[in-house]
């Protein structure tokens, strides 16, 4: 027997690197992908100005339970190690959500401990007090203090006083004792996020992400020590009217899900199928192996939408059991990292030519229910289901690797981040998947051969794009300061 190469062994062709269309594909995917990573820090922005507000009022009081060391939080918690913020009226205070699992909290912290002796130091009306606040609240309190104090190869606890918020951190009535949830309170929707509040207790700037220019933020905190800050006083927005850039994010995610190069290329066979079944109603209605007229084009789309949901509503609940495992485990920042090398590799894979079949299972599943026309009944509704449910199984093997980290992201947020942007995901599948069978149903054989014309090209691209991502995302993870700018 003749030993196959690498390549043909899972069927990869090198070859494809002479070719031109790849090359114009690449130059489609620099495009796009820039396009896409500006939106990206545009939901950023985005998200940080519906976390703004014209009511401006004093941030709300809260209190939160510290890890309680000798010589620094000591100094500004009661005698239980706890820190309440309006104890400490009168001074400027910079409060840091973070999390110990955070490369981009690092580079935030590594900015704050550069700067505050400097700070400290200045001949200035009020005194400055750093407060690290971790974000990261599911679980045991006590199991999630101690691991926010405990330092590793990627993480040091921080120089200047660190707590853990909670659900009930904020006193929204100190009278009658009721709470709530700091991170909603303070409209953080992703960390590091950082907030400057001045010595009345009104917020002066927040900052979101750990990069960036850092000069109206450090411009803050001086201008609020010299007590002149009231002029640049801002409101904070709570996060249940703060979900914009959640729902925004999840919308996107649903056109890389319904583009995937590992499921887009079968789109066209489909469509195909689809129209072959219209144009033999009669025949199968006849023939007693359909009882009622084939559904139309919108209907199609629905139960094939429909069928998506399920698949991502099943993903939607691993996901969500992983991000609290790997939480606890500690091991968040290497999963993202595995995610980075996952996207660089599979972009690869499939740009060559090679075929992913991690949820070949479902395929399996699919081919078991579904029914023909030689079958005595046919179940033309049941196989549209049965083809979404297959189509968004195709589609994870190249796009797990985006989703499942949304997920996860999104249920650290709180409230109704996993709803919404969940929510966001599947709609944005379900539109597309019926606009494509309705522009069918309008447009026939012209649609089919323009999708089969494009398959090569849209894979082609979808491949650069991950791998453009994978890339970016290592740089991110390995060495976050290169996208300081």
């Not at 019926?434 to 323009?450: A, I, K, P, S």
């Not at 849209?458 to 491949?463: D, F, L, P």
Request: aromatic share 12%; glycine share 10%.
């Amino acid at each position: 027997m003749v030993d196959m190469s690498f390549g043909q062994r899972f069927g990869m062709d090198f070859t494809i690197f002479k070719e031109k269309q790849t090359w114009k594909a690449f130059a489609i995917s620099v495009v796009l992908f820039s396009i896409i990573a500006y939106s990206a820090l545009g939901v950023t922005n985005l998200s940080s100005s519906f976390q703004t507000s014209d009511d401006i009022k004093p941030v709300a009081d809260f209190e939160l339970q510290t890890v309680n060391r000798t010589g620094i939080e000591d100094n500004v918690t009661n005698e239980t190690g706890w820190f309440r913020l309006s104890e400490h009226r009168g001074k400027v205070i910079v409060l840091d959500f973070m999390a110990h699992d955070c490369s981009a909290c690092h580079v935030a912290q590594e900015h704050l401990e550069a700067n505050m002796d400097e700070w400290q130091s200045r001949d200035s009306e009020h005194e400055l007090l750093i407060i690290g606040v971790g974000s990261w609240y599911r679980g045991d309190a006590a199991e999630t203090l101690g691991y926010l104090n405990t330092s590793d190869n990627e993480y040091h606890v921080p120089h200047y006083p660190t707590g853990l918020a909670s659900t009930e951190a904020v006193i929204v009535n100190a009278t009658s004792d009721e709470r709530a949830d700091m991170r909603e309170r303070y409209g953080i929707i992703a960390i590091p996020v950082l907030m400057v509040i001045d010595d009345e207790g009104y917020a002066l700037n927040i900052k979101l992400g750990g990069v960036g220019d850092w000069g109206d933020f450090d411009s803050a905190i001086t201008t609020a020590m010299d007590g002149k800050g009231e002029d640049i006083r801002i409101g904070v927005k709570a996060t249940e009217n703060n979900m914009t850039g959640v729902l925004f994010f999840g919308l996107m995610l649903s056109i890389l899900v319904y583009f995937s190069p590992c499921a887009f290329p079968v789109l066209p066979g489909f469509i195909s199928y689809y129209i072959s079944l219209g144009a033999r109603e009669d025949e199968l209605l006849e023939s007693g192996k359909i009882k009622k007229p084939m559904p139309n084009s919108v209907t199609i789309g629905l139960m094939s939408g429909l069928g998506m949901w399920t698949f991502f509503l099943f993903i939607g609940i691993i996901a969500l059991i992983m991000g609290d495992a790997f939480a606890r485990s500690g091991l968040i920042h290497y999963l993202a990292l595995g995610i980075a090398i996952l996207l660089l590799v599979l972009g690869f894979f499939m740009l060559t030519g090679g075929t992913a079949h991690f949820m070949g299972w479902v395929q399996k599943i699919v081919d078991k229910y579904s029914t023909t026309e030689t079958d005595e009944v046919f179940t033309p509704r049941r196989n549209m289901y049965l083809y979404g449910l297959g189509y968004a199984a195709a589609s994870i093997d190249c796009t797990a690797a985006a989703v499942l980290p949304s997920i996860v992201w999104w249920s650290t947020l709180g409230g109704n981040a996993v709803m919404i942007g969940l929510g966001s995901l599947m709609f944005g599948l379900m539109v597309m998947m019926v606009l494509v069978t309705v522009f069918v149903g309008l447009g026939r054989n012209m649609m089919v051969d323009f999708l089969r014309r494009s398959t090569g090209t849209i894979k082609m691209i979808g491949s650069w794009m991950m791998m453009f991502a994978g890339f970016g995302l290592i740089l991110f993870l390995t060495n976050p300061k290169l996208f300081s700018f």
